[in-house]
């Protein structure tokens, strides 16, 4: 057998997801000195980048730099950037094993947890993550009926999503015009009559996931006060002793108490941090008007930990938006074992495994998100993708290739094409960058996003 990944058989990988985790496994496979290949990437959108364009908050755009870093990946003559391509749709499972030694699957998280209470999916009670791709100009989410013509809003869940949406209702569109906020989402918070986000923590705050700059910065936003009820954030006895060893915990707390401590503000717009509090109903007739609240307690689990418990006190808190934020997990894919448990691709150590018989999907392998669930930042993908492809590298000797016949690069293309698929090359992409540039540079913007793909395809077709 010729090894894979030599001048005599060069290893041809696809990589399906232009996100961080993607990007970051085909940059760790080339700066193997040692390794012979080509890698396509594969993406949805004619736009790369995955969170980092569509999650990322806009007015964190100093984050959004790190699109230097991945875009030379892209610029890798040894890579092919193959954009408005699904996995599933133009190219199944039999395809990748037809054209490909090994993928990588590293399709994010991209679907939200529910609260599974009555209400939930009435009109004004959304997701989260589609209320972040529908300011971000995220494809699926740009027609999200969003009515900002109410004036409290509850934010459900306590992790840094939850401090994104906050900050974005209260934040003054003055502030945003000018970031690459969607056009229309702009638009739309200039007409908001939101002045209250209220944020349940199903928790205590010594339990809440945010991390410490994040609830920092709800305190420095112009023309917003923060209230925290100092009872709200009395710790019990297990608490205490919980956040002895967490540095993040306490400095939340801090910060906290010192919220709780200001004198009643008189700001036009304000935000209330409540915690030991689970929403159990979503209220409304024909679309959301309120949230039926429950008082919890904290209390130890049979693993020692310490999970919140109802305690039969209810109130009504009155919001015509209501986005829960409180987890997210993979769409299962195409082909691939999905665990159900973690929602995550089956995988161990980021190599995809049958979860019936424990056998291994050989070339098969995950990344990012998909692989590990929905935690860390962006910087976290890049050893977790770095070890997916110590995974994938270890396997070489063992692997059979694809035939010959089928590792030529073309042939994806002329499958693509057979397939009617207008693929956005990184030629493609550039001239899209460029366009969206220009139009963000006359406005003193970073960009002006395009929010449909026939637009992306219509500006890509164009610079041709
Ligand atoms: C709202 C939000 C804000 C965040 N803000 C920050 C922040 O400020 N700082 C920070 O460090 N981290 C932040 N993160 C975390 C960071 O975005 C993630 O760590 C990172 O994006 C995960 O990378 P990924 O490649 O696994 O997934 P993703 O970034 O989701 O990338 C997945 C890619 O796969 C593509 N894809 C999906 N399905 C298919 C398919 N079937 N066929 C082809 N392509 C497909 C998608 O289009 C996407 O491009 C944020 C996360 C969220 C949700």
């Known amino acids: 057998m010729t090894q894979l990944g030599t001048a005599a058989r060069p290893l041809r990988v696809a990589v399906v997801g232009a996100g961080p985790a993607g990007l970051y496994a085909a940059q760790a496979l080339l700066d193997r000195p040692d390794l012979l290949l080509t890698v396509d990437v594969l993406n949805r959108f004619p736009t790369p980048f995955g969170l980092v364009r569509d999650g990322v908050a806009p007015d964190h755009q100093s984050i959004k730099a790190v699109t230097r870093v991945l875009e030379r990946t892209l610029a ?4 092919r950037f193959l954009g408005n391509v699904t996995y599933g749709v133009d190219l199944h499972h039999r395809d990748l094993k037809r054209f490909y030694d090994q993928i990588v699957y590293a399709v994010g998280a991209q679907a939200d947890r529910r609260m599974s209470v009555p209400g939930e999916d009435l009109p004004g009670s959304f997701p989260a993550i589609s209320f972040v791709g529908w300011y971000n100009g995220h494809p699926d989410y740009r027609d999200l009926p969003v009515d900002l013509d109410c004036e409290r809003a509850v934010v459900v869940g306590n992790g840094n999503v939850a401090m994104d949406v906050t900050r974005m209702l209260v934040r003054s569109p003055d502030e945003l015009a000018g970031t690459d906020m969607a ?4 638009a739309a918070l200039r007409r908001s009559r939101v002045r209250e986000v209220v ?3 199903r928790r205590g705050a010594a339990q809440a996931s945010f991390t410490t700059p994040e609830v920092r910065e709800l305190g420095r936003i112009e ?3 923060v209230a925290v009820d100092p009872a709200d954030i009395e710790l019990d006895e297990a608490s205490r002793a919980g956040m002895e060893e967490d540095r993040t915990a306490k400095a939340n707390l801090r ?3 010192e919220y709780a401590a200001r004198p009643p503000g008189s700001a036009p717009r304000r935000i209330t941090l409540r915690f030991l509090t689970s929403p159990v109903e979503v209220l409304g007739n024909g679309r959301a008007a309120a949230v039926r609240v429950e008082r919890n307690r904290l209390e130890v689990d049979p693993n020692g930990g310490l ?4 305690t039969g006190r209810f109130e009504v808190v009155e919001a015509g938006l209501v986005l829960r934020s409180i987890g997210y997990r993979t769409v299962p894919i195409e082909g691939v074992p999905f665990d159900p448990a973690t929602s995550t691709l089956n995988n161990i150590a980021g190599q995809v495994v049958h979860p019936s018989t424990g056998e291994v999907a050989p070339g098969e392998y995950a990344a ?3 692989k590990r669930g929905p935690t860390g930042k962006i910087g976290n993908n890049k050893p977790d993708s770095a070890s997916t492809v110590a995974a994938m590298l270890a396997d070489l000797p063992e692997l059979n290739g694809v035939a010959d016949d089928h590792r030529d690069p ?3 293309d002329a499958f693509l094409r057979r397939r009617g698929v207008d693929v956005a090359t990184y030629t493609d992409w550039q001239a899209l960058d460029a366009h969206e540039r220009a139009a963000g540079a006359a406005q003193g913007r970073p960009r002006v996003k395009l929010c449909t793909v026939p637009e992306m395809l219509e500006v890509i077709q164009r610079a041709r």
């Open 183 to 186: 056009d229309y989402a702009l």
């Open 410 to 412: 073309a042939k994806v």
């Open 307 to 310: 999970r919140s418990k109802g």
């Open 199 to 201: 944020v349940l923590g």
């Open 223 to 225: 023309g917003v006060d």
């Open 368 to 370: 990012g998100w998909a």
């Open 255 to 257: 910060q906290l108490q």
């Open 76 to 79: 890798d003559p040894r890579v």
